[in-house]
């Protein structure tokens, strides 16, 4: 098991900046691909950033590619998201999630939750 804690949410102004982090414990955090993902009232869950264990491989949405940078610190159990030039279709609520799959955009891949972490981006 993992447990994933999400924090830094908050509300914003278009164009400024916000960090999530998500800390783990439980099974070794450094096994596992961790993820990003958002989900906006009355939409599907989306795929936002992950990141490989080593930090080798790491992909983004188009839409938050060079906008948002997700990183991990293995040595703290922690991921984070860095939120930069926000705009208010960012609005949702953010989760952490882990896999042992090596790669993957798709939420199913995923075994483990966190509860979220709310974002909104006024305009």
């Known amino acids: 098991q993992v447990q994933l804690v999400e924090s830094g949410g908050g509300l914003v102004q278009a164009g400024g900046s916000l960090r999530l982090a998500c800390a783990a414990s439980g099974r070794t955090f450094s096994r596992y691909l961790l993820g990003w993902f958002r989900q906006a009232p009355g939409k599907e869950r989306e795929f936002v950033a992950a990141i490989s264990w080593s930090g080798g491989w790491i992909s983004y949405a188009a839409s938050v590619k060079g906008r948002f940078t997700i990183s991990r610190d293995n040595a703290k159990d922690t991921v984070y998201l860095q939120l930069n030039s926000l705009k208010p279709e960012d609005t949702a609520l953010y989760y952490c999630?882990?896999?042992?799959?090596?790669?993957?955009?798709?939420?199913?891949?995923?075994?483990?939750w966190g509860q979220g972490t709310q974002v909104t981006v006024s305009s």
């Open positions: 999630a882990a896999t042992t799959s090596s790669s993957s955009h798709d939420y199913r891949d995923y075994n483990y």
